[in-house]
Structure formats: C-alpha cells, structure tokens
C-alpha cells in the first residue's frame, strides 16, 4: 500500500482517540437535537460570518444569519469592526433585513430608535415617558465577540470565549502562508439544502464518496481521469485531525498519470495547467509521475516573475495537492495554491431536515496578472466583478461537482428518517465524521475542547 506524501515542513497533528460514535438518524431529523446544538454548541464556537473586503468604510455593514440568530457586522470609524445580534433593545425588532449597507446610524423601523454604529442608542422617542427613566446610554445594542483572520470576519455568541486564534489551532499558520486576505471572490452561489447542516458536512469530512458521486464522465479514457491530475485514493491522502476539532485532508495533485490516453500524451485539464505555467505537455509524454515536481518548480520561478509573492510562503505540496479543510463546525474549504472553495452549511431557523448552503470561490490577485480566473464553475475574466445569488433549491446549478453531492444529500436524509437505520458502520477514511459528531457531544454536554 502507498503511503501518503510527507513532508517535514507540514508536521502531522496530533493523533485523536476516537468513542466508536454511532451516529443514529434522529440526528439529523429531531427538532430537539437541533435546539440542544443551538444552546450549547452554535453559541459556543467561533463561526466565519462575513468578509472584511464587503464592509470597507466606516458605517458599512453586513448581516449574516445562524439559525434563529442574526448578526450585525459593522465597521467602525477608527477601522475596526464590531459585531452585534440585529435586535433594536425596545421591543426585538430586527434592525436590518438586508443583506449589507451603509449608515449613519442603525434606525429601528418601529418606533424609530436610533444606534450609533458602535452600538450607543442615542434617540428613544418620547424618552422623557419611560418610568425607568431615558433608555438612552442604558440598553445598547447587545456586542458579540469579533476578530479577523484571512480576511474574513468571525464571531462568536460566547462573552467568555478563547481567542479566535487559539480556536483554529494549526489552521492559523497554515493559512497564514496564503495571503488569502488579498484575495477576491469570484462565485457566490446560496441555496435552501432539503438536509441537515451535518449531513454537507459529513460528505466534506470524507472522500469515500469521490470514485462514486464524482465519478468522471464520458469515453473509457475520460473516465479514468483525475481532475487537474489529483490523486483522491485513500492509500495516497494524508488525513489529520486536530485537537481544536477541525480536520485536513491532503491528496497529491499535479500528476498526469490518470490524465493520459494510450500514446502517453497529457490529456485536460492538466495539459491547460501546465501550459499556464509554461510547460509543454508534449514533453512529458509517458513521463506522467514526472509533472507534479515540475509543476512545482515552475511555479516556484514563473510564479516569482508574475507576483505570486504568496508562493514564497508555501511548501512544495502546497503549490500542486488538494488540500481540504472542515473547521467545525459548519465550514468546509478546498485550498489550492491560488483558490479557495468556500462552502458551508448554516443551520436552517426551525427546521432541522433544511440547511443554508454556501458555494464560493475566492481566487489570489498577484499584481500585474492578467489571465482569467478558474472557479468550480466557469472560467472568467479576471475583473469580473460577482454578486451574491440566492435562489431556490433546484433552480439553478452550483457547479457540476457539488450539483453531484447535492443530488445525493436529499436521499440520506430521507434514509435518516427510517427505522430501519440502525447507525454508521465507517470504513477508516472515514473517521473524521465520528469524530465530529463526538465533538458536537462534547459541546452539548458542555466539554469543550
């Protein structure tokens, strides 16, 4: 059996001792579980909310919302950004429905109380007819914990959290090589899911499902190929869990192997990649276990002459593999040397068998490049400029390969409500997902990492 590729430059995590977790159906399904993680787990962990790049000036803001919960993100006039829950202090009117916008000040529609973008109430009217006096300076609005990190905003429900730092554990400096604060989005695709916020996550903490749901189409040849030559065997990927509860999973990238037809010659998508980097597939023919070095090495001297001054940065797997990230609870990321495939799962308000879905693509912006930019679902100009789309489930594509997990998710959950499913019987590649729903546990049963 092969052994998955390792350097010394990215250290393995710690190994996790795992309780044999059944995971049963309910779940997914009841409506009583899905307030005990909202109590004790949603309101306890650092979740990725907003975009630093949505809100740049001073009274900008965006609202993103957990379940039954709405957040307000705000830039304040010294730059920094606070976050606060979107409820005016008068009598719970949300303050914005919106997605993002600009202000002076937040004014509720109901009774026109007005907040200052630091959270300040300022004008009740009638203030003089409240027995317990002005509620001016008295009852602001309620701040939530916030922090950046890789451009991002990330909040938290818990007064008494750690640190955002502390909570991303190895995910920090791994990402920290990126410079993914810089970088732009490209797709913004959102949807209703008719599943469980676990039931995305599930599939993106394993990748038995790769050979089968993602199964490529076409000729015998197309079938056997692998995209942009990523090896997905499980003897060859690298699995690792982290003691904070996030998971990584690495498969090597850049070989043309499975790519190649009956004469040795490099087949697409790859022949397109290496030709980006000023390689010529043809050179390579018969010599598919040779191009993922010499991708490497390309990017290494192309990529320095382009302004990928990002590259510096990364390990040598870093510029070819697939790396694959769940931070729990919620968020699932692919992270390649210039892409960040952003997707996740929000819990949906009151309905446990429902989720939010995210599937975003952030791409790097070295200065001075010209060529257009490949996301999940198309290919286009590098200016292009994206808004966020929201629509029904089914209604449009969000991208070939996750329209292929998409059609899969609404028959596990419907398996999940039978009583003929007793519980999980994982394979080992499979792992990450017991060990995130004993994680879960731990939060409702308040052990928190």
Known sequence: MAEPIRSSELPDWPEQELRGHRIEGYRYTSKEFMDLEMEHMWTKVWLLLGREAEIPNPGDWQREDVGPESILMVRQDDGSIKAFYNICQHRGNRLVSEEKGSVGRFVCKYHAWAFQRDGELVYAQDAENFPEGNPCGKVNLIEVPCDTFAGFIWVNMDPDCGSLRDYLGPIWDDWGRYEIHKWKRYEALTTVAPCNWKVVLDNFNESYHVPTVHRPRGTPEERKRMHSGVDTRYQNTRFDLSNEGHNRMIMPGGYA???????????????????????????????????????????????????????????????????????????????????????????????????????????SQPEGETAPVRTTVRIVPRDTEVEHEVFEFGEKSMGRTIDQDLEIFPEQQAGFRSRGFRGVYLSAQEFRIRRYHELIDDYIEQRKP
């Not at 490099?266 to 023919?285: K, N």
């Not at 390309?298 to 510096?312: D, I, L, P, Q, W």
């Open 257 to 363: 192997g499975a790519t190649m037809n009956s004469e040795g010659v490099i087949g697409e998508p790859l022949a397109s990649v290496m030709r980006e980097w000023e390689l010529d597939p043809m050179d390579f023919t018969n010599r598919g276990e040779e191009t993922r070095a010499a991708l490497q090495k390309a990017k290494r001297e192309v990529g320095a002459k382009r302004g990928y001054t990002h590259y510096a940065k990364l390990a040598d797997e870093m510029l070819t593999d697939a790396f694959h990230y769940t931070l729990f609870p919620n968020f699932a990321v692919s992270l390649w040397s210039d892409g960040f495939h952003f997707l996740r799962a929000r819990p949906h308000p009151t309905d446990p068998e429902q989720c939010v879905f995210d599937n975003w693509w952030y791409h």
